[in-house]
């Protein structure tokens, strides 16, 4: 099967811009879940979703949205950047089973 | 709130060597430990796990311990090499309805040749 694929791999944004960052999970895998990772802060959960429906949320402000379409793919958009949101942002897909397996990432850069 | 620490921060091992990263829970609910390794300019890969229910795992170098009284939890690799250099993180989350991993800072393991 593929990966978790991610788009874009990079991108670079001024702030006050907003974002959509896309993940297609593994073939068959219904929750998708957003992480934040950045040197200070590390690993941090943004939001899972399942079936199209949001299940749990991290401690983001609002600004961090997200969304799950009928075909599991996920897209999460972050409005009215701001410096401190530039960050790796990791998108992680999860079958029947425990194991979640994550995405190569987008790198945003808030300039 | 739920948190996972772990320590050390940093880890230098001689190749050959074992080397023991630790990590806390503070969710007693908490019921499913991974561990993923994440090489540099690359995705977190899931290299081992263990549920509550069990004590320990292994996979050839590498193991698992779960201490669930103590809410501890420890990675062991064994006769270290130098592509088991990375950063390994911990996490730990409660598998029911929901899935939300609380991840630990993170081990910069570099084994020396």
């Known amino acids: 099967k593929a990966g978790v694929t991610q788009t874009p791999r990079y991108l670079i944004k001024t702030r006050g811009q907003q974002v959509t960052l896309s993940c297609s999970p593994i073939?068959?895998?219904?929750?998708v879940s957003w992480y934040q990772q950045t040197p200070g802060q590390g690993l941090q959960f943004l939001f899972e979703?399942?079936?199209?429906?949001?299940?749990n949320k991290g401690n983001f402000p609002g600004r961090f949205s997200g969304r799950q379409f009928s075909n599991s793919r996920s897209e999460m958009n972050v409005s009215t950047l701001e410096l401190g949101d530039s960050a790796l942002y990791l998108c992680?897909?999860?079958?029947?089973?425990?194991?979640?397996?994550f995405g190569p990432g987008t790198r945003l850069t808030v300039t | 709130g739920e948190n996972v620490e772990q320590h050390p921060s940093t880890l230098s091992v001689q190749e050959g060597d074992s080397a023991v990263i630790k990590c806390t829970y503070s969710?007693?609910?908490?019921?499913?430990f991974p561990w993923y390794k994440q090489e540099l300019g690359k995705r977190p890969q899931l290299i081992i796990d263990?549920?509550?229910?069990?004590g320990e795992k292994k996979d050839q170098r590498i193991a698992v311990t779960l201490n669930k009284t103590a809410k501890h939890f420890s990675l062991h690799i064994t006769e270290t090499q130098p592509e088991d250099s990375a950063v390994y993180f911990c996490?730990?989350?409660?598998?029911?309805?929901?899935?939300?991993?609380?991840f630990g800072s993170g081990t910069r393991l570099l084994v020396r040749p």
């Open positions: 992680a897909s999860r079958g029947d089973g425990y194991e979640q397996y």
């Open positions: 073939s068959g895998h219904r929750s």
């Open positions: 979703y399942f079936s199209e429906t949001q299940r």
């Open positions: 969710d007693s609910a908490s019921n499913y």
């Open positions: 263990i549920r509550s229910n069990v």
């Open positions: 996490a730990a989350t409660l598998m029911d309805s929901s899935y939300k991993l609380i």
